[in-house]
């Protein structure tokens, strides 16, 4: 795979091409000729011009591992690499799983679904819930897991909804389930068309005779003629997760984070796993996982190890 990856098979492709030339092949009495002799149509060329496939060439492209992503994600120099994922079970602090994805966070998200389906066929294992940081908060992420796994999600919301401006923001305005509207400060609604933009946003807005001669317009929508909020299709996925941020399960799933934190500082410190000596996708996960093999090897160790039995000890008189 990482070879397909690279270019293309030079053999055995010749049978596919063939190339011929309209100059030679054109008898000079065609009446084709006459038509070219009069029609200019090299504007055409110009006009289609901006719609022919370009050659896009990558900014950073490794030169050793062109499947490696290019990342300033520790905020440092940035580098080519490979995110390490991992799903841990936090009470024994045991690798469950390990994914090798591309250093962003899209794979990282789409990583850890991999890995709660595999550990589910592998071993029949489903957690109950699930502790990560803001970068699974995403709302279809949370609606895969509350309502397809039916895993109750330890995971910060990712909401933009709050506003900076002083101006009304969306936790102000009540959410009606049974009419699908939302009921601002003053009682109006405000109602959806159901057109879905952005993949999962429906928008809700309030009507422009409503909020022209409301007392309370400077503080809702000084600038626009009417108000608009925005709702995700996946918001009762987001509102369970936000539900769960209050309790103190979900306190104790942050503290039990820094296991996992913990696994990968002795990854680099301990293992040295700061560079990888294979190359492409499937070269990460091989080293990806031989480390995790090493580091649960340890911690099962640890846990069955047990202090030698105190030797009897002879008493002479
Ligand atoms: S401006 Fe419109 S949406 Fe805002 S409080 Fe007034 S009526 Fe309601």
Redesign the pocket.
Known sequence: MGRAMMGRSSRDQGQLFYSFNLEEVVPDDHPVRAIADVLDLSWVRAELAPHYSSEVTPKFVSPSDPAARWTGALRDAAFFAYADNYLIDVKFGIIMDVEASRAIRQAEVGASKTMLVRTQECFGIRPQWLVGDTAYGSAPNLDWLVNTQGISPHVPVIDKSKREDGT?SRED?IYDKARDCYV?????T?TTTGHIRNGDLLAYL??VH??RD????P???PKTP??KILRSIYEPARDVARALAKTEAFAQSRRDRKKVEMLFAHLKRILRLSRLRLRGPSGAQFEFTLAAIAQNLRRLAKLVARPPPIASVACFA
């Open positions: 009304f305005f601002c400060p003053t009682g109006k405000l309030a009507t409503d909020c409301c007392p309370l317009k503080n809702c929508c009417q108000r």
